[in-house]
């Protein structure tokens, strides 16, 4: 059983950065598609970013391109969301998911099999 577990979250002032990490555990996340969402107090879940399985293709939500970047390292099995430039809009939990067997970035929560608890981001103004 996959497990994931972020970290790096936390109270930073607009135009700060961030980088939250993702370990995962019990299975091999090198070859499968990774992702992060978030969702904000009263709001549904979004699609933040992903990336493929050995890390040359990435996708970004409209509201993130240009100011986040994820990454992995399959050595580590580990995913990252760098953000910069954050905005009090960006305050969300954030959640770190594996793919069920997608090779390529993929913004559908569906195709994610696995979820991290998640990890808090308040960015304030």
């Known amino acids: 059983q996959v497990q994931l577990v972020e970290s790096g979250g936390g109270l930073v002032q607009a135009g700060d950065s961030l980088r939250l990490s993702c370990a995962g555990s019990g299975g091999t996340l090198s070859r499968t598609a990774m992702g992060w969402f978030r969702q904000a107090p009263g709001k549904e879940r979004e699609f933040v970013a992903s990336?493929?399985?050995?890390?040359?293709?990435?996708v970004y939500a409209d509201s993130v391109k240009g100011r986040f970047t994820i990454s992995r390292d399959n050595a580590k099995n580990t995913v990252y969301l760098q953000m910069n430039s954050l905005k009090p809009e960006d305050t969300a939990d954030y959640y770190c998911?594996?793919?069920?067997?997608?090779?390529?970035?993929?913004?559908?929560?569906?195709?994610?099999?696995?979820w991290g608890q998640g990890t808090q981001v308040t960015v304030s103004s």
């Open positions: 990336i493929s399985y050995k890390g040359g293709l990435t």
């Open positions: 998911a594996a793919a069920a067997g997608y090779l390529g970035p993929l913004r559908d929560a569906n195709g994610f099999a696995y």
